[in-house]
């Protein structure tokens, strides 16, 4: 194989109660990139769509991610990669960290799969540290595994893989308006009432019991966050007004994704998906704010392979 | 149904990351109880044998709990309580919880159920309540309900039952001596660093998850502790050199049961539960403190009905 073709999906991290932790990997939207041996032994980025992004490897997220598996693989070749953009930079839905995980994907599976799915983790947090300063893991995690994917530790990093129920959905809306992650990270306290903290724990709980029993009711029920959501909900243009009308049209819960500013929802079944697709752009009709909508079944697989040569 | 003969077993509440929210129920050590239906009206202890507790109803945790229940059901009958007690009082296993389930339990079968035993836990907390001033549910959910138990959240109480691995194994020791419950909730800190409260909610997902799975690393890799063991464990005799001992012998985690004295550890089989006993003992051999040991595989069942007439 010297080329290969992959989607590499976009990720809702931080799931209310899930904060830091936990991440999920979506179906319907992803970047497309295309990643090829060459005999020169470099890794070159050779063709950006969709977004204005640096074509310096050092500089882009994709490139920083594939030399540091490089460096540790020692090939005997080098690598080209196209990026086809579809997840815009900024949005709270795991941009970067689409590029970097797809990039380090492909590398391995051009040279023979000599890593696993989560030996590559590290690879790929490479690209997130380039992003946001930080080698976080809970984007990453579920684009190269699918589904739920919890970290349960950094050090020694500890990712654990968690099947979704069939029916469960993501919705989520990016108003298009800036979040920066650093700012998102200054509003956070520095410590947190060990009451709420403890009701944290009890709905980190509940929720991965109903991730196991497909208990929707129970995944809504847990669906809370004391850490983050109390000091971030105010960076987000009409975010109480998007959850309140994502749980009254029949959310099981809503949330930030990532550090915002797209919301997400999860719900059971595609038709409580779609309306609330409906009421989240509802919010957002009279104002000047574009968005983009998203409505995704769980992506129980991660990066798709579209073609090889 | 007349009379009924039950065994109300012990527990160990909080489980590391599960601090507050998580209990399991134990097999080998439990109390011995008998509820009798009798013509007039009223709640009476009749017999106390094992420890020397209180035989006026309102003064006792069984007494207190079955006048809840009994206000809330009004049968057209009485109960007569006899407490065989084998679980010792502040030995951090459940010593109340087990007599307050015990009661609500025995008076529920006697009135034919009219019940669920999670609709019991909130008459059982009543007892909770008298012996430690908190209305908590994290010994007498899993006395009723058996296995694990999550308090996802006090309000509404939302109690969720999760099943343990078959060869999952609890071993206990309880060194006599007094750690009373207002001071070790008094040396609790108000506020948790976020790190840590995020630690504790990564380890909450790992540990829940390796119950679902039956991954016995991934539960011992789980059983950290960020929010209470670090400040009460200087207050339990020798915890640190039973903890180390404990995870020497091969146990997966090992932390402080409920506020302690008794320190708990999960392990994988009887064979090395019965060595962390040992080893634990030997801790204490050259001590002037005595000590109980119980080795159990966790019961699935909660309290068993051993007699009924």
Partial sequence: ??????????????????????????????????VRKTNEKKVTITKITGYDLP????????????????????PNCGFEIEIHKKIKPGSGIGSSAAS?????????????????????????????????????????????????????????????????????????IHPQVEVKTSEARKVLPKAIDLKKAIAQTGNMGGLISGLFTSNYDLIGRSLHDEFAEPYRASLIPNFNKVKEACLNAGALGSGISGSGPSIFALSKGKDVAKKIGKVMSECFNNTAIDYDIHISKINTNGIKILETN
């Fill in 1 to 34: 194989m010297n080329e290969i073709k992959i989607f590499s999906p976009a990720t809702v991290a931080n799931i209310s109660c899930g904060f830091d932790v936990l991440g999920l990997c979506l179906d319907t939207v992803g970047d497309e990139m295309v």
């Fill in 55 to 74: 074509f310096e490897t050092r500089n882009n997220v994709a490139g920083v991610a594939a030399l540091s598996l490089v460096e540790h693989l020692k």
């Fill in 100 to 172: 970097a995980s797809g990039t380090v994907f492909a590398i391995n599976e051009l040279l023979g799969k000599p890593l696993s799915l989560k030996e590559l983790i590290p690879f790929a947090m490479k690209g997130e540290e380039l992003a946001s300063k930080a080698l976080h893991a809970d984007n990453v995690a579920p684009v190269l595994l699918g589904n739920f994917t919890l970290i349960r530790s950094y050090n020694p990093l500890d990712v654990i893989g968690i099947s979704a129920p069939e029916e469960l959905y993501v919705t989520v």
